[in-house]
């Protein structure tokens, strides 16, 4: 069976600092990914999604970046984050083409002081 | 990017009532949409989905009914539980995207 992990569960962060969280699909291959970001009470914005290593496509500009350097990890990153970075965020995955859910992971907290 | 709406934010039902959890979307060109329930700190749970061929479908306690000449998606839920309050979503799936609405958060009264 297909499970998805992502790490760590809960991140505290100054302003400023760098960011790397990481998501990982095990079960299956050349899964689509996604990032998701949620505020609090609201609902989920897409930021990313990849349909392939190396192929990333953007929603929002952003200080945030994605790269997919294996087939199954996917990795969100920030340089210099932003209190408005905080949130929570989600990676996700699907079988590619229309038809089949996403599968989401258990998210991360993310808290920029 | 397209959106995803939902007509009700809030909804509280007493236990062993029906629940029905409406939504509105935008792209008539949308063939798949799924409703999803997340509880608080996790990410959202498939429930249930339905492609744009259809019209109705069942699950355990669950049922989708898609109206695609008013591009309008409901959920029912029968026998309402306390295990069932949480925020559900609806979403679309368009070419390699999905779109979630804000959501509606279901309380259910004990």
Not at chain 1, 69 to 81: N, V, Y
């Amino acid at each position: 069976s297909q499970t998805i992990h992502q790490w760590p569960a809960t991140l505290v962060q100054p302003v400023g600092s760098p960011l790397s969280l990481e998501c990982t699909v095990e079960g299956t291959s050349n899964p689509n990914l996604y990032w998701y970001r949620q505020a609090a009470g609201r609902g989920l914005q897409l930021l990313f999604y990849s349909v392939g290593i190396g192929q990333i496509s953007s929603e929002v500009p952003q200080n945030l970046s994605a790269s997919r350097p294996q087939d199954r990890q996917f990795i969100l990153s920030s340089k210099k984050l932003l209190l408005s970075d905080s949130g929570f965020y989600l990676c996700a995955w699907s079988r590619a083409g229309i038809g089949s859910p996403l599968h989401f992971g258990n998210g991360t907290r993310l808290t920029v002081t | 990017g397209e959106s995803v709406g939902l007509h009700l934010p809030t909804l509280s039902v007493q236990e062993g009532d029906n629940s029905i959890i409406n939504c509105a979307y935008s792209n008539s060109a949308s063939d798949y949409f799924i409703w999803y329930k997340q509880e608080s700190g996790k990410g959202p749970q498939f429930i249930i989905d339905i492609r744009s061929n259809m019209d109705k479908r069942q699950g355990q306690r669950v049922t989708v009914l898609l109206n695609k000449t008013v591009k309008h998606l409901s959920l029912q839920i029968a026998a309402t539980q306390p295990g069932d309050s949480a925020v559900y979503f609806c979403a679309e799936n368009t070419v390699n995207q999905f779109y979630f609405g804000t959501g509606t958060s279901l309380t259910v009264i004990p």
